[in-house]
């Protein structure tokens, strides 16, 4: 049988997405366009605990493919990145509908002047660190339970103006509106109740540290308007966060975050600490993440993971990980990993 693979957008913001990209591939094929490939790619192979509903063996995690670059003498930049891990013959995507080509950025950024700068298009939200901390450079496998709670899908679709001062002191800023993660407008297979609409700000402000350290704090404030049965219903999604990484001058690094704020009107807080020694080629690591959804009924999450990665140039990584935590619904799990990262092109 001959299966068909599809490009998958946001379903919500389908049509912001088409534009993002559109005026991206307009640009890339400007003069004076200076774009380069590059990509990732993290296999796996898990072993989960019975008690979970997840099929222990290989996967592709990751599989990025990124054109991005300089496209005129203003110094736009623009990006454009795809993931094709969901290609892969893994036996939870058996079905052919789910093996697609999953859109993970479209946008492009303008300067004006030095210090500030305007981006468009369908991006990482920039809030706190760990939501724009690229995964190809994070030690362990995934992001904390708070983070993609908070922000599932990573991604929305907007307009955003950013403010680098030249002065190392002064703060960074980051304000923007948007519609939304693009996940909120998945539908819940349970109850079936998925959001019609969405609407977000979010603000940051962060000051940068030595070795590429920062410390900040974010708020976001969304309203959403979800489909409950037949009613539709507002609900409140907003978050604080404070953030802290700081990587020492002999490789010890420390990053923290707290969260606080609701998830469709229910008050939720999370926060992690996670420790790295990346001063040779074996780089031990630890996290220890929180996560309290405020739903009757559930426990508190709590999650361990620890780690060493062996990273004997910048273009490759095998990492060792042990992951054991309490769900939400009281449950003790243990997981353990296998991950093999290459890169590839780039300057």
């Given at each position: ?290 996560f309290d959804d405020g739903v009757a009924g559930h426990q508190t999450y709590r999650r361990h993971t620890v780690g060493e990665a062996l990273e004997p ?20 799990f243990t997981n353990y990993g296998v991950q093999y990262q290459f890169v590839y092109g780039g300057k």
């Open positions: 049988m001959l299966e068909v693979c599809t490009l998958s957008l946001p379903k919500r913001s389908l049509g912001p997405a088409l534009v993002g990209l559109g005026l991206a591939w307009w640009l890339v094929s400007a003069a004076g366009a200076e774009m380069v490939f590059s990509g990732y790619t993290q296999a796996r192979f898990n072993l989960f605990d019975q008690g979970l509903d997840k099929p222990s063996g290989f996967d592709l995690a990751r599989v990025r493919l990124k054109y991005a670059g300089t496209i005129n003498d203003r110094g736009t930049l623009a990006t454009l990145q795809v993931d094709l891990a969901k290609l892969d013959d893994r036996q939870d995507d058996k079905d052919p509908r789910n093996r697609r080509v999953t859109l993970t950025d479209a946008w492009v950024q303008h300067p004006f002047g030095q210090e500030w700068s305007a981006r468009m298009g369908y991006a990482i939200v920039p809030f706190g660190f760990e939501e724009e901390y690229s995964n190809a450079k994070s030690l362990t496998f995934d992001r904390t339970k708070a983070a993609t709670s908070f922000f599932p899908g990573e991604r929305e679709t907007g307009l955003y103006l950013f403010y680098r001062p030249q002065s190392k002191n002064s703060p960074e800023v980051a304000v923007g509106y948007s519609s939304g993660m693009d996940r909120w407008g998945d539908k819940d297979p349970k109850t079936g109740d998925q959001d019609q609409e969405a609407r977000a700000w979010t603000a940051r402000v962060q000051w940068r540290l030595p070795r590429a350290g920062a410390a900040g704090v974010s708020y976001t404030a969304a309203r959403r308007e979800r489909k409950v049965g037949e009613v539709r219903r507002d609900f409140d999604q907003n978050c604080f966060g404070v953030h802290l990484r700081y990587n020492g001058a002999k490789g010890l690094s420390l990053q923290t975050e707290y969260y606080a704020g609701e998830i469709l009107s229910a008050r939720s807080k999370g926060w992690y600490g996670q420790v790295e020694y990346t001063a040779t080629t074996l780089k031990p690591f630890y996290r220890y993440d929180v140039d910048r273009s490759e990584r095998f990492t060792l990980q042990v992951e054991r935590y309490e769900d939400l619904k009281g449950g003790t």
